[in-house]
């Protein structure tokens, strides 16, 4: 294990285990209180708990860093322009969580400039926790004493190749739906994972392909180095490494390209200087460049 972020993964575990106990105590609770946000997606009482515990941990055990979370955004540290910033997501599969299906997770990914070095996803109602450092390997277990390394699968052909994907609704959005169509039936296999659970299946090697077309940075952040570290690739739909760029393509390496001839988007990039921009000219901007940390704050569409 990579030695210079040994420290932040065992963090992310301690990270991990405060906020399982949170969310199993409300998870499938009579009395959970669940709201609706501004965007119509739901937020419980159990995202937001968990995240102000992160929070609080990380003010005390890293102080210099920025602390961006799904609920509360950005927070910097006490080292303005810090080149450390932790990425949360507090239950990623709310919808799951609120109606008691036991697929979600709590997210938690460090990122040093433009790179995601250190994550870990916690799944306690399966049971289940995959992790990953940068050069150190993609994990899965109980513990960092107690795990079996991760690996991708040899699949190198779409006809035998397995996909998992959350829904079809962002597909025709951006334009990509029959492309997207036309790729589930070449391949062997697809299946609804959806959410975290789709690219820990593919680290696993379970599934050869994962995507999805509209996500928010803190979907991404923590599954990018575990799909890495595993042998896998994970991009963006226009080919841009990480998941700095709105939307998903995850590999396991052997298909990227293949999946790319039917799924890449590269939309041409909206004029500045023209006003009253379209929702489609806005999906584009956020397939095509970086984007910061406020317009990331876009929730995909379904489950969130």
């Known amino acids: ?17 405060n906020a399982d106990a949170i969310s199993m105590e409300k998870f499938r609770a009579a009395d959970l209180v669940v709201t609706t946000k501004p965007d119509t997606t739901w937020v419980t009482e159990a995202d937001q708990a968990v995240e102000r515990t992160i929070r609080r941990t990380l003010r005390s055990a890293r102080t210099r860093d920025t602390v961006l979370g799904e609920e509360s955004g950005e927070q910097v540290g006490t080292v303005e322009d810090a080149p450390r910033r932790w990425i949360i997501d507090p239950i990623d599969g709310t919808s799951n969580y609120v109606r008691g299906v036991p697929v979600w997770a709590t997210l938690i990914a460090l990122a040093v400039e433009d790179e995601v070095v250190a994550s870990c996803v916690s799944a306690p109602a399966l049971g289940r926790r995959w992790w990953a450092s940068k050069g150190g390997g993609a994990y899965t277990g109980k513990s960092l004493m107690s795990a079996t390394r991760l ?63 509209e996500l928010a940075l803190w979907d991404m952040a923590a599954l990018d180095p575990i799909v890495r570290e595993a042998g ?7 080919g841009q490494p990480g998941p700095w ?22 939309p041409d990039p909206v004029p500045h200087d ?14 095509t460049a970086p984007t910061n940390v406020t317009n990331l704050a876009a929730r995909r569409r379904s489950d969130s």
């Open 1 to 17: 294990m990579a030695h210079s972020h040994h420290d932040d993964l065992r963090l992310c575990h301690v990270l991990a285990d």
């Open 151 to 213: 690996q991708v699968s040899k699949i190198d052909r779409i006809d035998d190749a397995s996909l998992a994907y959350a829904s079809l609704g962002g597909w025709e959005d951006i334009g990509k739906l029959e492309s997207f169509l036309a790729l589930t039936r070449r391949c062997w296999r697809t299946r609804g994972y959806g959410d975290f659970w789709s690219y820990m299946l593919l680290a696993e090697g379970a599934v050869d392909i994962a995507a999805e077309p």
């Open 274 to 287: 023209e006003p009253g921009d379209s929702n489609e000219h806005e999906g584009a901007q956020r397939a």
């Open 245 to 266: 760029h709105g939307n998903a393509l995850a590999t396991n390496t052997l298909l990227h390209d293949a999946a790319m001839a039917y799924l890449g988007y590269f």
């Open 232 to 238: 896998g690739t994970f991009t963006a739909l226009n």
